[in-house]
Every structure is written in C-alpha cells, then in structure tokens.
C-alpha cells in the first residue's frame, strides 16, 4: 500500500476536476436546481484565514453531496473588492488600489483552489471589474429615478481617523466600525437611499423566508417597527404646536412635562423669549459631541435644561406644564419631541426625580414612589377621566379615537431604521453616475455611457475638508450637462463598500452578460437562492440591504421572487486556541496554506466541519487537526481490507442503511459534526468486522466524498471501482432497515406490565412467549395459573392471560 500523501493526490483531482469541468454549472431541465450561496470574500492583503473556510466548506459538502442527488448545482464565488483596507494598503504603499485587488485576488484564489471547493469559477466575479460596476451603477441610477436616491444635508456619523461617513449600521458602541476610531457628528451633503420606504415589507417578508430565528428576531428589531400615535401639544399664548410621537397615548392625563431635541427648531425660533438662552446653547455644544449612542445609553445620569419662558398645554388634561431639552430625545427619531410621562417610561421617571418634576399615576399596579410602571399587559387606567377603568390596550384605542376626533393627532406607525447614507468621500468604490447642471440640477449618466470608470488619479489620500479625492481631478470633474449640453459638474462622492454585494448574487447567474445585469430566463431558472450561509455580523447591513435591492428590482419587474433567499443560516467564528478572537496583534491567527501543507486539505476540510456545533463558535486545536489527520489515515487503510461484493454486507446492513440515513440528514441541517462522527463510527465498525465488500466501500466513500473529496476519489480509482466518485450518485437507504432490531418489549400479564424483555422485532410469537416465560419477574405472575388467551401485536404488544 502506498503512503496517504495528500499534497500529491489533492493537487491531482483538482486538476482533473478543472480539465474536465465537473463542477461547471449546466441547466438540465428535467432536473431540480439547487443554488447554494455563500458571501464572497474581501480579497484583503492577509490572504485567506482558517475563518473563510468553515462556511464555504459547510456549503461546499451541501453541494457536492446535492449533485450527487440528480440536482443542477449552482455553486459560485466572488470577490467583494472596493474598500478601504486596500485604498489605505496603496496609499501607504504607493501602488494603485486596482494592482493591489488584483494580486490580492490572484492569492485569495489560489488558496480557495488549493481547499479544494467545488465553486463553478466560469461564474467568478469581481465589484471593481467595469462590467460589473456598469450595472451597480445601473441599479443606481435606477433607484434615482424612481425617487429612491436623494441628496441631503444629513448630520452622519464621520470617522476621525477613516475620514470618511459611516451609517449607524456601521458604528458600533460608539465607535467606527472598521477601525475603532473615534466617531463624531458632521453636517454633509450626502446621497441617501431610501430603503425606509421598503421598513414594512422588509419585517413582513420574513414570514416568506426559512431564515434561522436570530437573523429574523435581529432583522425586525433593527427595523424597529413601533405603533403608536403622533398628538399635538399648543404652545401657551403661541400659534405654534409641539407634535410628539408616543407609543402609549393611553398615559396623556399622566404627561407632567415635556422634552424636545437640543436640535428642535422651536428652540432657535423663540429665542428672544426664552430667557435662559445661553445656558441652553451651552448645553447644546455638550451634546453635539455625543453620539446617538451615548446620548440613549439606558443607564447614564439625566441631565437637561429647562426652557424658561415657554410653557406647552397637556391637551387632555388642559394644565399648563413646563418644557425641557434633554439629550435622551433625540432629534432623528419621530418628531424630536416627546410627552414625559414619568409614572409610567423609566428614563422620564429618573429624569423627573432629578429634577423635581410631579409624577402622576395612571395605570395601577405598580410603585411609582420606587420605579416607573411599565408593565402594559397588566393594570387599570387610573387619574384619566373617560379612560378610568379600561385596560391598556383599551385605553389606546380610544385615546387614538378621542385624538382623532378632536382633530389633535392620529395613528402613526415609526420606525428605527434610517435612509441608508449611500456616498462616501473616498476613491475606491464606485463613481455614482451622476452629473451636477447649474440650469437642470443632478441629471443620470445616460445608459449608454455606463460604467462611469473610476479616473486614474495620483493621490488617494482622504481630503481634510471631507471632499472626495475624485474632486480634485478637475478634467474628469468637468463635463457637459447631458440634457442641456451646458457645462455641469460630475459629482465625485463614491458607493459604500455594500453597492456591489447587494445584488452580486444576481450576477453570478450570468456573469458575462454584456446586455443585462443578467438574463430574464436564467434569472427565473435559478431564483430564489435556496440556501444562503453567512455571518451574524451582516445581519443589518449587507442581508438587509441586498433584501430592499432585490425588492427594488422586484417592483420593477426585473426579478420574479419578492424574496432572494429562501434560507439563511449563519455559521459560529473560529477562535484562537486561546478561546480569543484571532489576530495579527494577538499572534493566534492560523494560517490555512500552512495547515493544508502539514496535513492536507482534506483535513482541514473535515477539521473545520469536525470542530463542533456549526452554529457556535470554537477554539482551533492543533490536536483536533492531527485527529482529523488520524481519521483520514485510517480511511486510507481501509484498502488493505477492501474484498469483491455487490451486496451490502449482511452483518453490517443495519448500520449501513443507519449511517445514510443520518448523514444524509446531519449534512442538511448543519450538524456536519455529528455526521462525521457517523462516518468515524462506521469506520470502526468495518474494522471490527475485519473485511469491507466493494459494495460497502463504495458507499462509504460516496457519504465521506463531500468532506473530504480528494481522498475518496484516490481510494475510488485504486480499488477499481467502477468510473469515476465524481460521477456518482447519493446512496439511498431502507427506512425499514435503519430500524433498530433489538427492542425491549413490556410484557403484560392480564393487562398490568409485568417486565420488560429483549427481543429481535422480527421475533415470532412462539419465541417471544418462551423468552418471557424464562423472565423471573413473569415467572412470578403465570407460575401455577392456566394461559387462558395471548394477545400479540408485533414488535408492540404482548400480553399474557391467566386464571
Ligand atoms: C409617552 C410614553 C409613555 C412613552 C410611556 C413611553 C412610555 P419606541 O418603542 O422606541 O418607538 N420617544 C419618542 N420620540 C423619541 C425621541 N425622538 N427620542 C427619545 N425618545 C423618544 O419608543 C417610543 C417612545 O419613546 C415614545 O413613547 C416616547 O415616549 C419616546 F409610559 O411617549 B413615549
Ligand atoms: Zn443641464
């Protein structure tokens, strides 16, 4: 027998695989599709980490082992490449962002090749490529005409250190989501999408997709849908009215107050009257320097300043009550205004207790003198006149209806979400094909210019004044207006990193399409993705934003499934043995290229699909990789003991039929661990039984074949089976026989179980009654009585009577 090498045979049957194209994807019609996603890469300059692999394998094993099974595959990979680590890798080293892709990409590749994957690479695509970015662009100007895309002087989240917008999706805890830095306010103009318009199809929809329930609870409290109602409250001896926003108009009679945004407008308008004017401005340049995120935190003293000279009326109460600025109401969501009601919301009940403000309650049953009642499934209106008596959600009613019919306020639905801040000041993304007329304001790129290519430039560094770097190529910035002829201005922000992968998976179905974004017909063929694995970290931004574009493209008829993905499931991080995180700056990364040279693909491949609970994360171990190492060695010397047979094995048939029937099943529900143990204890079995038929060994391969491909085949071809593994087909398995065929039977004496015995389910009754009769514990009941009557359901019951 020959040593198990795998660097020599993995390189081999990937090379065949290539030459003969076994994993390209064709459209047989007679045939199911299955069209398996996972997120495409950043191509960064580290090269792949021992994190890529574990999701592309789960999926890779999905794939092969679906082929296996009659479908038509569709199983492709990308390169997601605009962004900042490389623009920031060719400023610092001088060379041009798209040379840095391309030797990135040509890395990444290689690695992914030497893993073995069985991704169909005619469907390869790239963001930064111009063929593609035509249509991203395309999307866009798509998005703008139908009113979706919009220019606005936003106050956005700016990184100090990136120099560059972030959307709220992008920070996290305050800080930039990419680099840590600091992130403060700034007022720029910015293009906004609208995908706020697409909030209640975005949190409905979900009900049509098999999403795995933390992606969809996430999903839907990021949207942030909250019903309630929107109420005016005057403003004493003014014209003027503050409109809030409440989720509880059941607790008007217990507003006491209110508190509007350090940013409301009144503020500034009544500026001659509000006596305390300085002390309010003082306030508000504290609170420009926090983050929203600051500003809500639950849990941080209340401050605030009274507005001295203006008074609101509570509308049901009619009483006059004072009014504040605090910067726990924040100016972006609902009205920047809000009625306190400190009975009944804790941070306004913390904020009267600080400052002195009358607390009243209104719902009974709880201790307003310790903490807010906010408990709305229980308790009575109190203090509240026509309400007094009704529950909650009563009481909301018709306050809403008593609102309504004094003409004071409505029903009013609000969400969390935002527009989706789609421009950046940098140079690597793509161009927004716009053009700026002084005579007809932003006009399109008409389609048949597109791409707009990214210009050559000689500095991309990051401007100070916050312009993108495009700015200050002035050739390419002037140009004609396309409607008018006249000279206009091309705009020079560029897409967010999170343009092209919200609509690659579109692509892949017919990349080279010169005409379309992609064909109508294949695009019908292959939608919906069937199944879709990524990160938890993309929940509310890359899952949500590709939903609303794809929904977009839905509303125009472009794409036939309001939904892309059927399914989505989201795979556990892979930590350094030290249970961290990996990184440079901790020294535990692990590097694949070096795993794959030690101990061969197919170990890492079975390691990370070994390495426990798919869905939880896990430490690496290098012993983990040497018994997965152990396993395939094992396998390999199952050839010594391969023998001619066509049959299953009689002796073995059982635990056969057993292990089909859960790996089939463990490899569609992401137990890929446990259905590797299978495989290991069936091993063990062949081996206990000292001899393996062809028969068997086929099988066995065939089950082990999508974890470990390479191996498999090698083992194929040297015993002599038939053609090639690649070619075929996912065994089946007899239901009957996956049965377990020992079982213990309760066996009854008049009626009243009097002990239990093992028996074989195909025992007949003859056997059964004698192996009863042997029991002690039975013994006792029929010793000295007559056997009057036998009552026998097979494998069930059996039940012996006696006078
Ligand atoms: C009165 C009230 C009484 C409220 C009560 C709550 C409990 P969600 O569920 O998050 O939508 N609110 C409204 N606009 C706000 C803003 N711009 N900044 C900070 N808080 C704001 O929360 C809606 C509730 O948050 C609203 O309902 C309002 O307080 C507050 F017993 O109004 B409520
Ligand atoms: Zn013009």
């Known amino acids: 027998m020959r040593e198990y090498n795998p660097n020599k045979i993995e390189k081999k049957w990937q090379d065949i695989w290539d030459e003969k194209e076994v994993y390209k994807t064709s459209i047989d019609k007679d045939k199911p599709k299955f069209y398996a996603l996972v997120e495409f890469p950043y191509p960064s300059g580290e090269g792949l980490h021992v994190g890529h692999p574990r999701p592309y394998t789960a999926l890779d094993v999905v794939a092969r082992k679906r082929r296996y099974q009659g479908y038509n595959v569709l199983y492709p990979m990308g390169w997601d490449a605009f962004g900042l680590p490389t623009e920031n890798y060719a400023i610092k080293h001088k060379i041009h962002p798209a040379k840095v892709t391309e030797n990135n990409i040509k890395r990444f590749k290689s690695q992914l090749k030497s893993i073995g994957f069985s991704f169909d690479w005619s469907k390869e695509i790239d963001t930064t490529d111009p063929h593609y970015y035509k249509w991203t662009q395309w999307i866009f100007l798509k998005l703008f005409e139908k009113g979706l895309a919009y220019k606005q002087e936003m106050p956005i989240n700016w990184c100090t250190s990136c120099k560059i917008g972030l959307a709220n999706e992008e920070v996290v805890g305050g800080a930039c989501e990419r680099c840590g830095g600091e992130v403060v306010r700034k007022v720029k103009n910015q293009w906004m999408l609208k995908i706020t318009e697409y909030a209640d199809r975005l949190i409905d929809d979900l009900e049509l997709v098999n999403f795995i329930d933390r992606v969809k609870i996430q999903q839907t409290n990021w949207i942030g849908r909250s019903e309630g109602a929107e109420l005016d409250f005057n403003i004493s001896d003014k014209e003027d009215k503050l409109r809030v926003f409440t989720t509880r108009p059941d607790t008007i009679f217990g507003s006491t107050y209110m508190v509007i945004a350090v940013e409301h407008p009144l503020i500034d308008k009544y500026k001659d009257e509000i006596s305390n004017y300085d002390e309010i401005l003082e306030y508000r340049n504290i609170v420009s320097k926090k983050s929203d995120f600051e500003r809500t935190e639950l849990s941080k003293e209340k401050t605030g300043v009274e507005l001295k000279g203006l008074k609101a009326i509570n509308p049901a109460t009619g009483k006059e009550i004072p009014i504040w600025i605090s910067d726990y109401v924040l100016m972006t969501y609902g009205t920047g205004a809000i009625m306190a009601v400190p009975g009944h919301d804790q941070r306004d009940w913390e904020f009267a207790k600080k400052f002195n403000l009358p607390i009243v309650e209104v719902i009974k049953g709880g201790n307003i003198e310790k903490e807010a009642y906010t408990n709305t499934d229980q308790g009575i209106l109190i203090n509240s006149d026509f309400l007094d008596g009704m529950e909650v959600e009563k009481a909301k009613e018709s306050m809403i209806k008593w609102l309504e019919e004094k003409g004071l306020g409505t029903k009013k639905t609000n969400f969390k979400l935002r527009d989706w801040v789609f421009s950046r000041q940098r140079y690597w993304g793509e161009p927004i094909p716009l053009v700026h007329c002084p005579k007809c304001g932003w006009v399109p790129v008409p389609e048949s210019e597109l791409p707009v290519m990214l210009p050559d430039v000689e500095n991309y560094e990051p401007t100070d004044t916050g312009e993108s770097p495009l700015a200050k190529i002035t050739d390419w910035v002037n140009t004609t207006c396309p409607k008018c002829g006249g000279l206009a201005e091309r705009e020079t922000d560029t897409m967010p990193n999170w343009a092209g992968s919200s609509w690659y998976f579109l692509r892949y179905i017919d990349p080279h399409n010169e005409k379309q974004f992609a064909s109508k017909e294949e695009l019908d063929y292959w939608l919906p993705i069937d199944w879709y694995n990524g990160g938890m970290e993309h929940t509310t931004l890359h899952l949500l934003y590709s939903r609303f574009w794809h929904k977009f493209l839905y509303d125009l008829g472009l794409v036939s499934c309001p939904e892309p993905y059927l399914k989505r499931t989201s795979h556990g991080m892979i930590l350094g043995h030290n249970n961290e995180k990996m990184s440079k700056s901790r020294g535990n990364v692990v590097n694949p290229d070096e795993i794959i040279k030690e101990f061969g693909a197919d170990t890492l491949r079975t390691y990370e699909m070994f390495i426990g609970d798919f869905e939880k994360s896990a430490p690496w171990s ?61 091993l063990n079995d062949f081996n206990d039984h000292g001899k393996i038929n062809k028969k068997d060994f086929e099988t066995y391969l065939i089950l082990l074949n999508p974890v470990a491909p390479h191996i498999t085949e090698e083992l194929w071809e040297i015993t002599g089976l038939k053609g090639h593994l690649h070619d075929a087909t996912w065994p089946e398995y007899d239901e009957n026989k996956t049965k377990d065929e020992v079982i213990q039977m309760p066996i009854q004496v008049n009626g009243k179980v009097r002990g239990t015995i093992k028996i074989n389910i195909d025992d007949t009754q003859e056997t059964i009654r004698k192996k009863a009769l042997d029991d002690e514990n039975i013994q006792k009941f029929v010793e000295g009585r007559n056997i009057v009557k036998e009552i026998f359901v097979k494998g069930k019951i059996f039940n012996i009577v006696v006078k």
């Open 622 to 682: 290098e012993n983990g990789v040497r018994g997965c190492r152990r396993f395939l060695e094992r396998v390999w010397r199952l050839q010594d003991i391969v023998e001619d047979g066509d049959e299953y094995t009689k002796e073995l048939e059982s635990n056969i039929h057993k292990s089909i029937k859960k790996v089939s099943e463990d490899f569609e529900s992401l137990k890929f661990n446990t259905g590797i143990a299978t495989l290991m204890a069936l």
